[in-house]
């Protein structure tokens, strides 16, 4: 034996040991309270089939599977039709209002699909401005023309892509700035026009992009639950809600999910396959800004159109519609009842950002310094909230904490006749754990984003020029951080704020957020009246628009 | 004197394998030290070791003769007074060059300070660069800040982690030479670690060939080119080629070459074979030899030639001729040895029989 493998370990390194291996199980344990709503949601896959399921597969089952389909086809085809034009348009041409419609085109991110989608019931009924004015310009009466019914799986396939665009076109555009112009420059030396440029090399080397951003628009597609509600499309989201709530059979619920989590898990194995697949296409890292093509005669008019409709129907007219209700509705509606759901929306998107920002640092410092494979793949696992439509967390929340509730109130009242009642269910508890599992990943991905900034290098710099780990973390880390923790916070207090299925099932009896009562309010036909709420939301979404256009200039290549 | 440096038999593993083995050695205050070797030698593992990055599996390390670092224990890097320069530079985004240089002085007053940033970026020849952020630094520029911040505390190692690796190849002697003359001008010890021979000749007083965690040799740059200590560092430094020679007496050898002297490894009696390191300035081109070999191979180098030639038996040697001397690949030309004292090693499958 070797003496020196045989060396007692000394203090100082057995401190670290224990350190080490405590911040390592606690990185384990996150992952594994983040991954608890679907396991259980997939430990019901093994339940033999009750009543309820039996009565859905022989009724509804089809009906759920083939509306998600065709609203994911439907959707999909929108998003990329809108997201790849307008990406094109603004990164290889050149026309006045370009660079106000680089940022411009992301807005339709700050309206909830469930917000857009009542806007426009608002607008294009019977009642509508759309159709009273055709009518007083026209002379029909009621009966005399057709309209198209905006309430119907069309009508939600139109509104999911107006706002869900600019997934693709964020990443698209990123993708076409981020070629090497020599790649491009080589194609037009061996002959190749502009346009056969575009289709050939520039949009084939952009797909891991276009696939990327289509697979997010897609799980937001799957997640819905208030538009294709609203709209009366019966899918997934629907279906859960109403075999939970009306057939009152939670196994049934979260079969349900089960099943709509594997289309999830389709979309997330097509999405890391576009990511790995993006890392074979960088060829070079010289970068230069494409020269543009200036557009003249009738494309200019064609090329602005591209941009334009978009925004237009995206935000501009829902904005304006919902600004013109709330103007209208203000008096009443801003009372002592707003201020409450503010104050309640605010409490809870604050509170959740804090938690997913703290546990967001634990986990991402967890892997920087305590990293191997276990911690690397529990940081990874954290990460895929994002992907779980809401209603899945609610359900896979809801079982084990009523669960949870009935053993220890049973057990209570047995050993000491004291009732416990509710404690986790229903109460802020289970919605705050909600949210930190669809949420963490929006934080842990900027913590993570920010924290590569810092060579480990530069640790080692400061310690050798007389620093302690502590001061460290304060003199170095701090300051470089501190613009992502903000954009963390920022981004997970928006998603709360915006968030809808998982608030309504979790809520606490009468508790009410801006989002629910928006959402109830428009469910009553009241929509002039939902608009405050709205608004407010949606003026909140329009934050990390700003924070994404900002970091889109900021990032540009070619600035080293 | 006493040394500054002393290390002494450090062992150092990952997980269990040794990636540094039982290597020693010492600097003197003043002078430059370079660890040299291919990557995954262990050189930057070692370095780290120095600065406390590191712990030792056994062995020590001592500055001033006082023991930073034994088995399992290691002063804390910011209580060493060693200072990094780091492969990526690793200067602070958020600072501004100014900023950078002061990181380390925090113990000086405002007044001070300033003086002293202003004296660096004097010394490394960027005075109007106070207030500029790091990203918008050249390569060169980036690495020059990285020295100055190192310094700037004066402390009283300086470590150098392959900083030049990042530059062109033209860039790198200019950009050693000129770090050797900013430390050389301040009267600093340094440790330097790279895997470019030309680098370390360019900069370091003396230098340590490492392989597979071993220490080859300690020595200077002209001791190791003239007389490695080992057929491995006979290979890793400079040009040459090995031929097998046969002991005449206890000053000559036998070989194709010729009759050659030099020194005769320990052990070796007449008869007993050799490997004779041969290096092209050791052959020169005489068409009047009648000494002949055939050209297999030519590089044009501007002054010269470097020819590789083959000798009756194949053994390929290289040789330097002046480059009015152009032969054509497949001509026979004449050679002639021309040294007073040859490198050679005993053959290895003799001494394991």
């Not at chain 1, 634990?362 to 892997?367: E, I, L, S, T, V």
């Not at chain 2, 036998?254 to 092209?280: M, Q």
């Not at chain 2, 030639?305 to 194949?314: A, D, P, W």
Request: aromatic share 10%; charged share 15%; glycine share 8%.
């Amino acid at each position: 034996m070797n003496s020196t493998t045989t060396q007692t370990v000394p203090a100082t390194s057995s401190r670290q040991h224990w350190l080490s291996s405590g911040w390592r199980a606690g990185v384990l344990l996150v992952a594994l309270i983040v991954a608890l709503p679907v396991l259980t949601v997939f430990s019901f896959v093994f339940e033999p089939a009750g009543e309820v399921w039996r009565h859905l597969a022989a009724t509804v089952l089809q009906d759920y599977v083939v509306n998600s389909l065709l609203l994911m086809l439907g959707v999909g085809a929108g998003t990329l039709l809108l997201g790849v034009s307008t990406a094109w348009v603004t990164t290889t041409c050149e026309f006045p209002g370009r660079r106000v419609f680089e940022w411009a085109l992301l807005l339709p991110m700050a309206i909830p699909a469930y917000i857009i989608a009542y806007t426009y019931t608002g607008l294009l009924d019977f009642a509508g401005p759309v159709q009273t004015g055709l009518r007083e310009l026209t002379g029909w009466g009621y009966g005399d023309y057709w309209f198209p019914q905006i309430r119907s799986l069309g009508g939600a396939v139109v509104m999911l892509s107006l706002v869900l665009y600019p997934y693709v076109y964020l990443l698209t555009r990123a993708a076409f700035l981020e070629q090497s112009v020599c790649v491009l420059e080589v194609s037009r030396t061996l002959g190749a026009s502009p346009w056969r440029t575009f289709s050939r090399v520039a949009l084939p080397l952009a797909r891991p992009a276009v696939i990327t951003g289509l697979s997010l628009a897609l799980m937001e597609t799957l997640a819905d639950y208030g538009t294709v509600q609203y709209f009366g499309v019966d899918t997934f989201t629907t279906g859960i809600f109403r075999t939970w709530f009306g057939l009152g059979d939670p196994g049934a619920a979260a079969q349900l999910s089960a099943l709509l989590m594997s289309f999830v898990f389709v979309l997330i194995l097509l999405e890391r396959w576009s990511r790995r697949q993006a890392r074979y296409h960088h060829t070079t890292s010289r970068y230069r800004s494409l020269p543009r093509h200036r557009l003249r005669g009738w494309q200019l008019p064609v090329g602005v159109l591209v941009c334009l409709v978009p925004l237009l129907f995206g935000f501009l007219v829902p904005a304006g519609q919902l600004l013109a209700w709330a103007l209208r509705t203000a008096p009443e509606m801003l009372g002592v009842e707003f201020l409450q759901l503010t104050w309640h929306s605010l409490i809870l998107a604050g509170s959740a950002a804090l938690i997913a920002l703290l546990l967001g640092l634990f986990m991402a410092y967890g892997k920087r310094l305590h990293g191997n494979w276990l911690v690397q793949g529990a940081v990874r696992i954290a990460g895929m909230g994002y992907a779980v439509p809401g209603t899945v967390i609610a359900v896979g929340v809801m079982i084990p904490f009523a669960a949870f509730d009935n053993t220890l109130d049973g057990w209570m009242r047995a050993q000491f006749g004291v009732s416990t009642g509710l404690l986790l269910s229903g109460t802020l508890a289970a919605l705050l754990f909600a949210y930190t599992v669809r949420f963490l990943a929006v934080s842990l991905q900027t913590v993570e984003a920010g924290l590569g900034k810092i060579r480990l290098s530069m640790d080692d710099a400061a310690r050798s020029m007389g620093y302690r780990p502590g001061e460290v973390l304060r003199r170095v880390h701090m300051p470089i951080m501190r613009g992502s923790l903000l954009t963390a916070v920022l981004l997970v207090f928006v998603d709360v704020l915006k968030e809808l299925p998982a608030t309504l099932i979790l809520r606490p009896f009468n508790f009410n957020t801006l989002a629910v009562r928006a959402y109830e309010l428009a469910s009553d036909e009241r929509l002039a009246d939902a608009a405050s709420a709205s608004l407010a939301i949606v003026l909140a979404g329009i934050i990390p628009v700003i924070l994404l256009s900002r970091s889109i200039a900021h990032s540009r290549p070619g600035h080293a | 004197m006493p040394e500054l440096l002393e290390v002494e038999n450090c062992v150092l593993a990952y997980d269990d394998i040794p990636v540094v083995k039982q290597v020693s050695f010492a600097l003197e205050t003043g002078s430059i030290g370079c660890l040299l070797g291919p990557s995954g030698c262990g050189k930057t593992t070692l370095l780290r070791a120095i600065a406390g990055f590191e712990l030792l599996r056994s062995g020590e390390i001592r500055l001033r003769g006082q023991v930073v670092s034994h088995s399992g224990w290691a002063l804390p890097p910011e209580q060493r007074r060693v200072g990094m320069v780091f492969q990526d530079f690793a200067l602070f985004p958020h600072l501004t060059v100014a900023g950078n240089i002061a990181f380390g002085l925090r113990h000086l007053s405002e007044r001070e300070r300033r003086t002293r940033v202003r004296e660096l970026l004097e010394l490394v020849g960027m005075p109007g660069y106070a207030s500029v952020y790091p990203h918008q630094l050249s390569g060169g520029q980036q690495q020059r800040i990285a020295v100055a911040r190192a310094i700037a505390p004066r402390p009283e190692l300086l470590l150098l982690d392959e900083p030049f690796s990042s530059m062109d190849a033209e860039l790198r002697e200019q950009l050693a030479r000129e770090v050797r003359a900013i430390l050389k001008q301040e009267a600093i010890t340094a440790i330097l670690v790279t895997h470019d021979q030309y680098e370390a000749f360019a900069m370091a007083d003396e230098i340590g060939v490492i392989n597979q965690g071993r220490l080859m040799q300690w020595d200077s740059g002209y001791n190791l080119y003239h007389r490695p200590a080992n057929r491995f560092v006979a290979d890793f430094i400079g040009q040459g080629a090995i031929i097998t020679g046969e002991v005449l007496n206890d000053q000559h050898v036998n070989s194709e070459l010729g009759i050659i002297p030099g020194r005769i490894p320990e052990g070796c009696v007449p008869g007993c074979k050799v490997d004779l390191l041969v290096r092209p300035d050791d052959i020169q081109h005489d068409d009047e030899s009648e000494l002949q070999a055939r050209v297999v191979e030519k590089a044009f180098r501007g002054a010269e030639f470097l020819y590789t030639l083959e000798l009756h038996s194949g053994t390929r040697v290289l040789c330097f001729a002046p480059s009015h001397h152009d032969h054509a690949i497949g001509e026979s030309i004449g050679i002639r040895m021309e040294i007073d004292h040859l490198v050679m090693f005993r053959q290895e499958r003799q001494t394991a029989s």
